[in-house]
């Protein structure tokens, strides 16, 4: 069967293959031939109740990123315009995907003597769509979809008909019925003979189109097509457009720590007993390195101190990996002067006074004695100097048992300024999963303020801590 055509479907059916065909980057005709494949062997399932029909109106959030610290993935429906510009517009979809950004392409009838529908489906990883009475898309008003199952609509090239078409609310094809239909945010990059670009209609049309609030990148003084033809018209290169569509769909986040030095210590040390074995914990890292990924975001200069994890080194931040206890101290007081310091690192309490020189054997004698030496005490050192204390020193507490009580007598006897303490009871999975529970202690003159945070996973509560963090230090959120 070449094609794949369904009419009358019921309002609520319709609803649900919307959602689930959005959930998994498909368009909703490929999400019938997967169910119903699906559904041949035997594998499909089914809603106990299928979803209300919602408006088409309804925003789509962005869809979450597939891993901590990954870039979130955003969709594009790319209408590419009939002009000479056109084969720039395949090095845009790449420029887009190198972005984490889906592109789903549309191509009017003038654009396909320029480029192939083959290309930008092959580029893109998508169906390319062509056709607004194609009757694989239209069972569901397939025009309305690509207008709003997407975050931006990027036109490129944005020729002069195009624009006009825009401006004056035609609907004469599918790129524009899309652009009519559409409740998105928009980004033209106009291409075009510079007369055409300086002729009046075309100026009237770019002064109603900035009026609709449609936001332009371009075009660009250059040299044209034509012979011996410059000026104005040339469309902006794919890395500008690239940008300046990544810019409106992750807008720059606020940053209240610009111009501040953090330091972040964070994972587990290893103390050696001999040149094989070690004393540890079962820190993983997780909540450091995300406390020093939220600093980085808020602008802060983050270096990061860490012990042996196996975690990939956040975006923009300075790392120092160590081992020990000793290590992590003294990388630290190398790193003084900072603004603030967070000292989320689980830092062993004891090590072994002597250690072997070659590996420890058994003998008939029994096991080898180990003698057990205090290591330093890294967050009370920082936060009892007299001359580099950073202005905020924050500490962890990770509890078994008694939590709030440990962490008040944690609080004054390290003469830090803020507790973050958690339970890291076997049976809370704390200790190397992915979410927490904390509590953030905080003198409050002679009182000590607790606050308790729900549920989070390890990035919101760094979030929540950074928030705490810039309000503190006179930064604003």
């Known amino acids: 069967m070449a094609s794949l055509t369904i009419r009358k479907l019921d309002e609520t059916v319709k609803a649900y293959l919307r959602l689930r065909s959005a959930g998994h980057g498909r368009s909703v005709e490929e999400e019938v031939r997967v169910i119903l494949g699906e559904l041949i062997q035997g594998r499909a399932e089914f809603p106990a109740a299928l979803p209300q029909a919602a408006p088409l109106v309804a925003a789509r959030p962005l869809r979450a990123p597939d891993r901590p610290g990954a870039a979130v993935q955003a969709r ?6 009939g002009g000479i510009a056109a084969y720039k517009a395949l090095d845009l979809i790449r420029r887009l995907k190198e972005r984490h950004i889906q592109v789903r392409c549309v191509l009017t009838k003038a654009a396909q003597q320029f480029v192939t529908p083959l290309t930008a489906s092959a580029l893109s990883n998508e169906r390319c ?35 006009a078409k825009m401006a004056q609310g035609h609907a004469d094809d599918l790129a524009s019925a899309i652009l009519l239909a559409a409740n998105r945010p928009m980004l033209l990059a106009p291409a075009m003979n510079p007369l055409m670009w300086n002729n009046a209609a075309t100026r009237r049309n770019v002064a109603q189109l900035a009026r609709d609030g449609i936001s332009m990148i371009g075009p660009n003084a250059g040299e044209m097509a034509e012979a011996n033809e410059a000026g104005i018209g040339r469309m902006a290169e794919p890395l500008e457009i690239a940008a300046a569509a990544e810019r409106i769909l992750r807008p720059p986040q606020p940053r209240p720590l610009a111009g501040k030095r953090v330091l972040i210590t964070a994972g587990p040390t290893h103390e050696p007993i001999d040149p094989v074995r070690y004393i540890a914990n079962r820190s993983s890292g997780k909540q450091g390195y995300a406390i020093a990924a939220a600093a980085q975001a808020a602008g802060a200069d983050v270096t990061l101190i860490s012990g042996p994890v196996e975690l990939d080194d956040p975006a923009g931040v300075s790392v120092t990996r160590v081992e020990s206890a000793r290590d992590m101290l003294q990388r630290v007081e190398a790193a003084l002067p900072v603004d603030i310091a967070i000292f989320a690192a689980a830092v062993a309490d004891w090590r072994v006074a002597n250690e072997g020189e070659q590996k420890l054997k058994k003998t008939s004698a029994g096991m080898p004695p180990l003698q057990l030496v205090e290591n330093p005490d890294v967050l009370a050192t920082v936060s009892k100097l007299r001359d580099k204390r950073p202005p905020l020193v924050i500490g962890f507490a990770a509890e078994t048992e008694h939590l709030i009580d440990n962490a008040k007598a944690k609080l004054a006897r390290k003469g830090c300024d803020w507790i973050v303490a958690n339970d890291v009871s076997p049976a809370t999975g704390v200790m190397g999963g992915d979410r927490n529970t904390v509590h953030l202690l905080r003198r409050a003159g002679a009182d000590i303020d607790v606050d308790s945070w729900p549920v989070m996973t390890k990035e919101q509560v760094a979030a929540e801590l950074i928030t705490r963090v810039a309000k503190a230090v006179g930064g604003s959120s």
């Not at 594009?76 to 315009?81: D, E, F, K, P, Y």
């Not at 062509?130 to 931006?152: K, Q, Y």
């Open 76 to 81: 594009v429906t790319l209408i590419i315009g």
């Open 129 to 163: 769509y062509t056709d607004l009475f194609d009757p694989e898309s239209e069972f569901d008003a397939g025009h309305i979809r690509l207008a709003r199952d997407c975050d931006l609509i990027v036109v490129a090239p944005a020729t002069a008909d195009l624009m």
